[in-house]
């Protein structure tokens, strides 16, 4: 019994150490995700393409499966119900990271990623932070926030997707 446990060990030692988390030039991630907002939560996919040692480049859309209804203030200046569409409800982005987990001496199954993100509601930026369990599977944590929203402020259900959100979720190499 010792021997199957001392085995076992060692078979997920040896799969945790060659997980790596960014490979840099012609790295390939996927990434789903439960997406957290005030007022929304949704669905996170996003890609993500490696284009040197230290960048990439993805693509990532959002579609929130439960939002709440919004009050705001109709042009008399009386409360209004706003009822999410939609294209509100939806957003879709490119981003460029920066994959600093070798640079900052992260073990190779972690990667710590800034960036900075151009979607349909905003110009944005980003962080995250991927764990490898094996060479195909891990986890990630992302949180976003705009720098800048079109058209300035936002109000009632224009805030989704326009708003700090934490994605939470799993990321696999193809």
Do not use: W
């Not at 999410?84 to 460029?96: L, M, Y």
């Not at 944590?141 to 700090?164: D, L, M, R």
């Amino acid at each position: 019994m010792i021997k199957k446990i001392i085995t076992l060990a060692l078979l997920c030692i040896t799969a945790f150490a060659s997980a790596q988390a960014y490979k840099g030039k012609g790295d390939k991630k996927f990434q789903v995700a439960a997406n957290l907002q005030s007022g929304g939560t949704g669905i996170h996919a996003s890609a993500d393409f490696g284009l040197g040692e230290n960048i990439s480049v993805g693509v990532t859309t959002t579609y929130l499966l439960a939002a709440d209804d919004q009050i705001i203030n109709d042009n008399q200046g009386f409360p209004k119900l706003d009822e999410p569409d939609f294209i509100d409800k939806f957003d879709a982005k490119v981003r460029f990271n920066a994959n600093l987990g070798n640079v900052i001496g992260l073990p190779a199954a972690m990667d710590l990623y800034p960036g900075l993100n151009l979607g349909l509601r905003n110009f944005g930026t980003h962080i995250g932070f991927r764990y490898f369990f094996t060479d195909g599977f891990g986890v990630f944590t992302e949180a976003g926030v705009p720098i800048t929203k079109y058209g300035g402020k936002s109000y009632g259900t224009e805030k989704y997707n326009n708003q700090f959100a934490l994605n939470i979720g799993a990321s696999f190499n193809f």
